[in-house]
């Protein structure tokens, strides 16, 4: 009988058009390395792609493109160690799914352990039936390790079958399609060599940073009656055959053990010696896997959602998982940011804002490694303040994609697969993600209360945020109001305007609330620092107090743009671009991105009314309520909540949510103007993943960020938790029909636990909290002590808006560009 281990995800049949989306959702990572759900005896072709990563390991190629010099860094497939495979002697064709008759099958990731497992039945074309099971782990105990049990039982048969099992090194950055325009060779010097039986070493390097790669991996048989063994190699591989007896119902049990070490690894001189001097103390895979349990279960205990709808709350839990898998404990030794599709190909495994999404839930559970993800950004402050300068700015510019370093990554050139040409990317000019690192910053340090961090790093990071915003500001003398161009916002659907001679927006809503935001609180960080430490960065910055003041001024007089009906428009003139008819477009062209579907017929997203993601929506996903009405009103800007909704519905009626941060962005910002909407659009983003039409992107990695942001929906926007100074507020709006859901978290003021019983919010303190905590909530005030806990009911707080007002909703300051 087939066993039926406990499952977080699973698959019961083989689908091998979305085998490539299973591969990359059934990835095991441990925050150093990252395999994809590949099975062992596949190759990169159309149905599968084996790919194993290092975490930060780039590597930068040129290329040519339209008669430019393009270069493109790019987080390598490294040499694949997953190779074992077998045939029955005397048969030509090795073991594929696709040529042999799957009576039963199952591909299941257990998240409790961090394994995957494998397991079929399966008919060859000369009759036999077999059992097929493998059991694969990346060990959270041994960051440099994996491993891999295959154990194949002839059902009525016997005779010998011939085992290979090997290690790739021919092996290419091939995932994504879009990429096969440009070089995807990246190693180089690719040298194999049979140390030992069962023992396999292959040494490279990267090609461009010359960084050397070790890969050595043992093969053993646990189980079976071993006949003969022998090695072979070839030009970029090296690999093992043995013969072995079989019998039926006797298991044939190989485990292949691999160590994969770096010459960017810290002690590490020469990949290859690091690589087997790892492999020779491993132990067995039944040992491997205790250890990797064992590591994993804290972390997994810190992450736990438990939700009365068992399908929630297994969601909920995966998707901490597979953050940790990402950033990990051991991840944090390394300078490596939060990549917004895991450490796999997609988006060339680059750096862009996701950490925003993913910090919230990191911070409450897992300090230490979104300290990390912080420190990653201001170990690049240096090369974010050349950034400006090259850009004629003071301060800090922080690029929209990065890597290695602190360089832009963002392309010039996107290759557009549906009409074949090249188009511009403009993206670049998302400026806003400064602001992201600065609130990024500035929530850790609310949460945690390390003030150590702020005076070391996170204060100079905020301030030369803030320094950049001051100047990108213009000035205009007529109204008294600054303006910021040549921007984008998180819509990357518009980037220019029509026409123009250069690209960027005017006064995008988003950007600059982020940039006024950002003004205000980098001062706030300023004042909160040791006065010796204040005066020491005031004098290395050049900072006095004229540029504060002048700050003060920028921040209080940014310009929004609206309509005459009291509507916040995403930028200046977005009104007059024309309109789109979207659901028309959805059904002649399916599935297809709406820019590409333009440039074909020779336009622009940039002309039209449609967005494809929330982009003003983001503020109040990103913001409290209050803060946002704060920043606002210091504008000089009231909008009420009418003008919320008729932004959110003028925003809803033209986006394509052809982003999956849409869903949340947009769950989180309705929570309180459209609460059915929000939770429609919460419980299509916790499964953002698992829809097999979104296959084709989903199979070059999942796109962690959304992970992070739901949870922030659900803690933040659903159960209204917001950390105060002098203690916590919570203002829960929970959406009709939010099902039970509890979970854990610690802060500055201790570890409590929150639960939303279904009627009702409770927070719990724990038993060891140092002190009782100051709670507001809609009943008033109260010190929450050590052991106790309270019960608050939603409804309380609408919100810190104004529902009417005399004449235009917000008052005139609200109306036009003023």
């Known amino acids: 009988m087939p066993l039926r281990p406990p499952a977080s995800l699973a698959y019961d049949d083989f689908d091998p058009q979305d085998e490539g989306r299973r591969e990359a959702l059934l990835t095991l990572g441990n925050g150093v390395l990252t395999v994809r759900g590949a099975a062992p005896w ?3 072709d ?6 194993t990563y290092r975490a930060g390991l780039y590597n930068r190629l040129a290329d040519v493109i339209e008669g430019r010099r393009v270069e493109n860094e790019s987080l390598v497939n490294l040499p694949n160690w997953l190779p074992l495979t077998f045939r029955v002697e005397g048969e030509a064709a090795w073991f594929s799914l696709e040529a042999v008759e799957i009576l039963e099958y ?5 998240a409790t352990r961090g394994v995957s497992t494998r397991e079929l039945l399966f008919r060859d074309g000369a009759g036999r039936r077999s059992w097929l099971r493998e059991r694969r782990l990346v060990s959270m105990a041994q960051p440099g390790l994996a491993a891999l049990r295959l154990e194949i039982v002839p059902q009525g048969w016997s005779g010998i079958l011939e085992v290979r099992s090997g290690i790739d090194g021919g092996v290419t950055n091939a995932r994504v399609p879009r990429f096969k325009p440009f070089d995807k060779q990246h190693l180089e010097a690719v040298r194999g060599e049979a140390v030992s039986p069962g023992l396999l070493l292959l040494r490279c390097r990267t090609r461009g940073a010359r960084t050397g790669i070790g890969t050595a991996t043992r093969t053993a048989l646990e189980a079976g009656v071993l006949l003969a063994r022998e090695d072979r190699a070839e030009a970029a591989s090296i690999a093992e055959h043995l013969r072995c007896g079989v019998a039926p119902g006797r298991p044939l049990v190989l485990e292949k053990t691999a160590a994969i070490a770096t010459t960017g690894d810290a002690g590490v001189r020469e990949a290859g010696e690091a690589a087997l001097a790892l492999l020779r103390d491993a132990p067995s895979f039944a040992a491997l896997e205790a250890a990797h349990a064992a590591a994993w279960s804290p972390w997994l205990a810190r992450m736990r959602i438990e939700a009365a709808v068992p ?3 297994c969601a909920a839990r995966l998707m901490g998982f597979r953050i940790l898998q990402t950033a ?8 490596v940011g939060f990549p917004a599709r895991g450490w796999q190909e997609a988006y060339r495994g680059h750096i862009f804002w996701d950490e925003t999404f993913v910090l919230p839930f990191l911070m409450f559970r897992a300090p230490g490694i979104a300290r990390a993800l912080l420190l990653y950004r201001c170990r690049r402050l240096e090369d974010a303040r050349a950034a400006a300068s090259a850009a004629g700015q003071r301060g800090a ?7 290695s370093d602190g360089q832009e990554q963002t392309p010039r050139l996107q290759w557009n697969p549906l009409s074949g040409r090249w188009m511009e990317d403009h993206t670049r000019l998302q400026r806003h993600v400064g602001a992201a690192i600065a609130l990024n910053v500035w929530r850790y340090c609310e949460a945690t209360g390390d003030e150590d961090f702020l005076a070391r790093h996170g204060a100079a990071l905020m301030l030369e945020i803030a320094r950049f915003w001051a100047g990108a500001a213009r000035h205009d003398p007529a109204t008294d109001r600054y303006d910021i161009l040549g921007v984008a916002g998180p819509d990357e659907y518009h980037t220019a305007w029509p026409g123009a001679a250069e690209p960027g927006l005017r006064n995008n809503a988003y950007t600059n609330v982020m940039a006024a935001w950002t003004l205000r609180r980098a001062r706030e960080a300023l004042e909160r620092l040791p006065a010796a430490r204040r005066q020491a960065l005031c004098q290395a910055m050049g900072l006095e107090g004229r540029e504060l003041a002048h700050w003060e001024h920028v921040s209080r007089r940014l310009r929004l743009v609206f309509r005459d009906d009291g ?14 008819d979207l659901q028309a477009m959805a059904e002649a062209h399916p599935g297809q991105r709406l820019d590409w579907v333009l440039e074909c017929q020779g336009g622009s997203t940039n002309s039209y009314q449609v967005m494809k993601q929330a982009d003003t929506l983001m503020l109040p996903f990103l913001l409290s309520w209050q803060e946002l009405a704060g920043t606002l009103e210091g504008m000089g800007y009231a909008m009420t909540a009418e003008q919320w909704r008729r932004t959110a519905a003028h925003d809803l009626a033209r986006t394509t949510h052809d982003s999956s941060l849409s869903n949340l962005a947009f769950a989180g910002a309705l929570a309180r103007l459209d609460p059915a909407a929000s939770l429609r659009f919460f419980k ?17 990695g999942p796109h962690l960020g959304a992970y992070g942001g739901a949870f922030l929906v659900l803690q933040h926007h659903y159960l209204g938790l917001h950390l105060e100074r002098d203690g916590l507020m919570l203002d829960p709006a929970p959406p009709p029909g939010l099902t039970p859901v509890r979970f854990g978290l610690d802060c500055r003021f201790g570890r409590f636990a929150l639960a939303w019983t279904g009627s009702a919010l409770r927070l719990c303190a724990d038993p060891a909290n140092r002190a009782p905590v100051r709670v507001s909530h809609s009943g008033g005030v109260q010190a929450l002590a050590p052991g106790a806990s309270l019960l608050v009911a939603p409804g309380g707080a609408a919100g810190p808006w104004r529902e009417a007002s005399p004449g235009l909703p917000g008052g005139q300051a609200a109306a036009g560009a003023g």
């Open 42 to 44: 596949s190759t990169a």
């Open 46 to 51: 159309a149905v599968h792609y084996p790919g």
């Open 328 to 335: 990990s404990p051991h991840s944090a030794c390394l300078d």
């Open 567 to 580: 509507t916040l428009l995403p930028f200046e003139g977005f009104d007059r671009l024309r309109p789109l």
């Open 106 to 110: 199952r591909h299941a990731l257990d």
């Open 311 to 313: 399908e929630q709350g």
């Open 684 to 700: 299509a983003a916790m499964k953002p993943e698992h829809d097999p039409s979104s296959a084709s992107s989903v199979a070059e």
């Open 397 to 403: 510019m922080f690029p929209w994609r990065c890597a």
